[in-house]
């Protein structure tokens, strides 16, 4: 999976850190979301997906990628 | 709209029904006003989250809770009732506070306050008002700390706060205690830009005198914050150890885990089943907004009532029931959109502490009188317990 956000629209409201803390952090300065990874491992797509739907500024898109043979 | 007799913890008959067979409709308010009153959880998301929708108090046709918190508003709005762009820079004054890391570093302390207060209860008389002796110390203490307010001042803060969430609160009486708790802020601003120091009002007073911010701006959002962040919490204490004792099972269940994760999942679920914000989030339309086979037009108000949409069974299987190992962390009872609780992430922590400790080191805690002797806030824009009556 690809994942993008907006930290332009984000309200720092912490749902993607307690969702999937491997693949989101925060800004010291102000809390806004910080990606760590674009491409997070196959088993954090749960919690990833998780956070995007808990989002309240809806600004965590999930792009799902077929499974390479 | 009244609850049920001998229901406390559940929403008022008549939003079940129109959930059930009218779930956008309009409904008429103190002031003869007739706005949408949203009761369907998806709806409410959809339009929580839509930039459309607009939290501009100053608006024409914005659904006031009654005259009193009309009077508020006009004296002291904060970002909570503002728009995009203004909303978003006076927030992002304060986010790093709250963060998630932020917050989980003030757990020990926040632990410390909780078996505090519990050890004084302990070798105190029984039985005891658990409100006054533990709900309402533990979250004010915490924000006194964040903020930097002196917490000598509770009695204060307390009483003017609790004035300006009751329903039937007047407008000279709103009046009065918006003022008096604006210069009480607008001092302790003063004296952090005279003695700067490591909190919350020191920072927005460092952002004042940079010029990034009115001296105003900082009072209102720091008078926010001290409401919001003590009230609430409080209220979540009393109220959920109430339902818990009301349902043995779970208490035993939580008391007995010593699990995290289940600790957490029945803060999600009380948070949801109680939805003590039960007078709904207030809106207005800035475009016609299509939604349910309904037009809300251009200017009308809109009341999102998220507790009886944390109740919807489309959004949580047999919404009634008290369950506190589902985790239901796609509850609206902080609200949704770009508005939703700033102080989510203390709250989390706050009501985790508390709902591990105090069950676990009382674990015969029980009501000292019978529920129907128990004063609920019917009368409050936050609901609760005025008392609980507790022993052991």
């Not at chain 2, 329903?167 to 005279?194: F, H, M, N, S, W």
Request: net charge negative.
């Amino acid at each position: 999976m690809k994942v993008t956000v907006d930290q332009n629209k984000c309200v720092a409201s912490g749902q993607c850190v307690l969702s999937a803390p491997d693949v989101f952090d925060q800004r010291e300065e102000d809390g806004i979301v910080v990606l760590l990874t674009e491409h997070p491992p196959e088993q954090l797509a749960d919690d990833v997906r998780q956070a995007a739907v808990l989002c309240p500024a809806q600004v965590i898109w999930v792009e799902e990628q077929e499974q390479e043979e | 709209m009244p609850r049920a007799a001998g229901c406390p913890f559940d929403p008022p008959p008549d939003l079940y029904a129109l959930q059930a067979q009218a779930p956008i409709s309009r409904v008429r308010l103190w002031d003869g006003s007739t706005p949408w009153l949203v009761t369907r959880y998806e709806d409410m998301r959809t339009l929580l989250g839509d930039p459309r929708i607009s939290s501009d108090s100053t608006r024409p046709h914005y659904p006031y809770q009654g005259p009193g918190q009309k009077e508020r508003r006009t004296q002291s709005r904060a970002f909570i009732a503002m728009d995009d762009p203004e909303h978003a820079r006076l927030r992002r004054m304060v986010t790093a506070s709250f963060s998630i890391k932020r917050v989980e570093a003030l757990r020990p302390a926040i632990q410390k306050i909780v078996d505090g207060l519990i050890d004084a209860m302990l070798a105190g008389p029984k039985p005891v008002n658990l409100v006054q002796a533990f709900a309402l110390p533990v979250p004010s203490l915490v924000i006194c700390e964040l903020l930097g307010v002196p917490y000598a001042d509770h009695g204060f803060f307390q009483a003017n706060s609790r004035m300006l969430i009751k329903r039937d609160t007047t407008p000279e009486q709103a009046r009065a205690a918006t003022q008096r708790l604006v210069d009480y802020l607008d001092g302790i601003i003063g004296d952090k830009l005279a003695h700067p120091a490591d909190d919350l009002l020191s920072t927005l007073a460092e952002r004042v005198r940079a010029g990034e911010l009115s001296r105003r701006e900082a009072v209102d959002t720091g008078m926010l914050l001290l409401i919001a962040g003590h009230e609430t919490t409080a209220n979540m204490i009393a109220l959920g150890t109430l339902a818990l004792l009301q349902h043995p099972d779970q208490l035993a269940q939580l008391r007995d885990s010593g699990d995290p994760r289940l600790v957490a999942s029945a803060v999600e679920e009380l948070l949801r089943h109680l939805t003590i914000v039960h007078s709904g989030r207030r809106r207005v339309a800035l475009e016609d907004i299509e939604i349910g086979g309904r037009t809300i037009r251009t200017g009308d108000g809109v009341i999102l009532a998220n507790d009886i949409g944390n109740r919807d069974p489309a959004g949580f299987p047999d919404p009634d029931r008290l369950d506190i190992a589902r985790n239901p962390r796609h509850h609206v009872a902080f609200g949704f959109g770009v508005h939703q609780c700033l102080g989510q992430p203390l709250a989390r922590v706050e009501l985790q502490v508390v709902y591990s400790t105090l069950y676990r080191r009382i674990p015969a805690l029980q009501l000292a009188v019978d529920l129907d002797e128990i004063p609920f806030k019917h009368d409050g824009l936050v609901y609760g317990v005025y008392e609980l009556p507790v022993t052991w």
